[in-house]
C-alpha cells in the first residue's frame, strides 16, 4: 500500500519507519493520540468533542500510570470506583468516560490502523479492549436524571419569578447601575421558561432569533424562537429548532428588555440578546450563580436548578391541557 493509501490514524502516517525513539513510550503514546483525533476529525466529529475524548484517555493514562499497551480491564474497574466513590460523577458522566477509553482501545486494536505491529515491535505486547459491557456502565434508562431533580410547582415558580422582580424594584430605587444586569436574569429566566430552554440555548440567543407565527399573530414580532445552539448528539454541531409561544405575558416581557432597559447594557451593540456587564455575552457561571441565590433566598428546594425551567415548562403544559405531541 503506498503512502498516499495510508487511512487517517495509522501508525505509519505519525511514526517514521527506520528513526530510532528516544523515548519510545512518550512518543508512540503521543503519537496515536495525534492519529486517533485524526481519524475522528475525520468522521466530522466536533472539536469540542474530540478535545474532551482526548483528555478523558489522557486523564485514564495518569490514573492507570500505565500506557495503553500495558492496560487491563483491572484498570478500568479501579478508574471507574474513584470516579464514583471519590469524585461523585453520576451515572451518564461515568459512561460517557468509560465509552471515551473503549472508543480509542476499539481504534488501537483495530489492523486497518497497524498501532497492535508497532507496539509489538517496539515494547513485544499490544494493546486490548479493557472497556467490555461486563465492566463498564449500560444507558439502561431514557430518563436517568438524578431523582431528587424536579420541576418548579407553579407557586414556587412565582415566588422565584416575584423575587427576581423585587431585586430589580429594589436595585432600581436606590439608583444602582446593578438594576439593569438583575432586570436582564430576571428577564432571562422567565424566556428560559417560556420556551423550555438549556442553559447554553438561552445564554446564546440573539436579538434576531424572534419571530412571527401566522398562526399566533396575537403574540406580533415574538410569535417564534428560533434555538441555533441545541443539545447535540455526540460529535455533532449544535442542533436547531423553533418554539412556538405560548404564553400571552412573553413578548412583553421579551419587549420591555429589548427595547426599553437593554439599550442601557455597557455592551447592547452587539446581536446577542443578554449582554454581560463586562462582555457581548453573559456567562454561564453567572447563571448558576444567579439562579441559586434567588432561589435560596426565597427558601426553595435547592435540588431545584436551572433545568428545572425547561422541566416546569414541560409540566405545565401539560398541566394546563396541551396537546402531548405539540409539548413533545
Known amino acids: 500500500m503506498g503512502g498516499d493509501d495510508l487511512i487517517p490514524g495509522s501508525a505509519r502516517l505519525h511514526l517514521i519507519d527506520g528513526l530510532p525513539l528516544l523515548r519510545p513510550d512518550e ?25 474532551d475524548q482526548e483528555r478523558t484517555v489522557r486523564a485514564f493514562t495518569r490514573h492507570a500510570d500505565a500506557m495503553p499497551w500495558q492496560w487491563t480491564p483491572q484498570h478500568v474497574d479501579e478508574w471507574s470506583a474513584d470516579l ?27 489492523p486497518a490502523y497497524g498501532w497492535s505491529d508497532e507496539c509489538l515491535r517496539h515494547f513485544g505486547t499490544h494493546p486490548v479492549q479493557v472497556a467490555y459491557d461486563w465492566n463498564a456502565a449500560t444507558h439502561a434508562d431514557e430518563a436517568e436524571g438524578e431523582p431528587e431533580r424536579r420541576a418548579f410547582t407553579k407557586p414556587e415558580l412565582e415566588a422565584f419569578f416575584d423575587h427576581a422582580d423585587e431585586e430589580v424594584l429594589r436595585g432600581r430605587g436606590k439608583g444602582r447601575k446593578g438594576w439593569l ?24 440567543l440573539d436579538l434576531t432569533d424572534f419571530g412571527r407565527n401566522p398562526e399566533g399573530r396575537e403574540f406580533g414580532d415574538y410569535g417564534t424562537l428560533l434555538v441555533r445552539y441545541g443539545k447535540a448528539k455526540k460529535g455533532s454541531p449544535p442542533k436547531r429548532r423553533s418554539v412556538l409561544t405560548v404564553w400571552h405575558w412573553t413578548p412583553g416581557t421579551i419587549e420591555e428588555w429589548i427595547s426599553e432597559v437593554r439599550p442601557g447594557m455597557r455592551h447592547s451593540t452587539g446581536r446577542a440578546l443578554w449582554p454581560s456587564e463586562r462582555g457581548p455575552r453573559v456567562g454561564l457561571q453567572r ?17 431545584l436548578e436551572f433545568h428545572s425551567l425547561r422541566s416546569s415548562y414541560i409540566t405545565h403544559l401539560i398541566e394546563d391541557g396541551h396537546d402531548p405531541l405539540f409539548v413533545q
Not at 512518543?27 to 486517533?36: D, H, L, N, R, S
Not at 464514583?84 to 483495530?110: E, I, P, W
Not at 444586569?181 to 446564546?204: I, S
Request: glycine share 6%; net charge positive.
Open 27 to 51: 512518543q508512540v503514546f503521543e503519537a496515536k493520540i495525534k492519529g486517533w483525533r485524526n481519524q475522528q476529525l475525520t468522521r466530522n466529529l466536533s472539536l469540542g468533542y474530540v478535545g
Open 84 to 110: 464514583r466513590a471519590v469524585h461523585g460523577c453520576v451515572r451518564s458522566t461515568l459512561r460517557n468516560y468509560q465509552a471515551s477509553v473503549r472508543q480509542f482501545c476499539d481504534f488501537l486494536t483495530n
Open 181 to 204: 444586569p438583575a432586570f436582564r436574569d430576571a428577564a432571562l429566566f422567565k424566556v428560559a421558561y417560556a420556551y423550555g430552554l438549556r442553559r447554553n440555548e438561552t445564554r446564546m
Open 287 to 303: 447563571l448558576d450563580s444567579r439562579f441559586a441565590s434567588y432561589r435560596d433566598a426565597v427558601g426553595l428546594d435547592p435540588a
